[in-house]
């Protein structure tokens, strides 16, 4: 069954330290997409970093990169130099890309930036 | 800004009366969606649609019904509400586009007493 593991429920990153939030997944499809939402104490979704099976390099948007190791089915978040502003709820998502187009997501990641 | 809108964005009502919970989009995005989110679970797919009066089952539907009688507006219906429903709802919409991501609504807070 597709699955989404975040095996992180809380952790804590001084300010201007990187993180690695941890995300495995579950499939047999071979097309699939992964995506990071953050979710804020003030409760809106906001989306991170998308990455698809198919591509070959990890994705990058500015202090976001998604470390995609596809035969470990890993898709790790990593957070460069912290800021107190990204504290909040961290999400892990697959989208199906077999017929159907449903997601999962994670029980999340809540992430504590410390000053 | 995705111009997705959830109405009513909270609501108190008790236990075995009927809730409609009102998604729309300003995009006239083919997919939709509906979740609920709750403590150590994350969001959870409750309903899905990928086009007008097209929908589908996610993992928690058994309570739920929804329709789609035109592309920008998704309902969400809890026939007879029971206090498990409790929880915060999530609209979301999806262009169909692989490297896009689904955007959601502000979410509705719902209690059922």
């Known amino acids: 069954a597709q699955k989404i593991t975040q095996t992180q429920p809380g952790m804590f990153v001084q300010e201007k330290e990187a993180v690695t939030l941890d995300c495995t997944y579950d499939?047999?499809?071979?097309?699939?997409?992964l995506f990071w939402y953050k979710q804020p104490s003030s409760g809106e979704m906001i989306f991170l970093i998308y990455?698809?099976?198919?591509?070959?390099q990890n994705a990058t948007e500015g202090r976001y990169s998604l470390n995609f190791q596809k035969a470990r089915k890993s898709a790790n978040l990593v957070i460069s130099a912290s800021q107190l502003g990204d504290s909040a709820m961290y999400f892990c998502?697959?989208?199906?890309?077999?017929?159907?187009?449903?997601?999962?997501f994670g029980t999340g990641t809540r992430l504590k930036v410390l000053a | 800004d995705a111009g997705i809108t959830q109405s009513p964005r909270h609501k108190v009502t008790e236990t075995g009366t009927p809730v409609t919970l009102r998604c729309h989009q300003t995009?006239?995005?083919?997919?939709m969606y509906w979740y609920r989110q709750d403590p150590g679970h994350g969001l959870r797919l409750i309903h899905y649609?990928?086009?007008?009066?097209?929908?589908d089952k996610g993992e928690v539907s058994d309570g739920y019904s929804v329709s789609r009688s035109k592309t920008e507006d998704f309902l969400l219906t809890l026939e007879s509400a029971t206090s498990s429903q409790t929880s915060v709802y999530f609209c979301?919409?999806?262009?169909?586009?692989?490297?896009?991501?689904?955007?959601f609504g502000d979410g509705t807070r719902l209690s059922i007493l």
């Open positions: 649609s990928y086009g007008v009066k097209d929908t």
């Open positions: 979301a919409n999806w262009a169909g586009q692989s490297n896009q991501p689904q955007h």
């Open positions: 995009e006239n995005h083919r997919y």
């Open positions: 990455q698809g099976s198919y591509d070959e």
């Open positions: 998502a697959m989208r199906y890309n077999s017929g159907t187009y449903k997601y999962i």
């Open positions: 499939t047999s499809d071979q097309s699939y997409g």
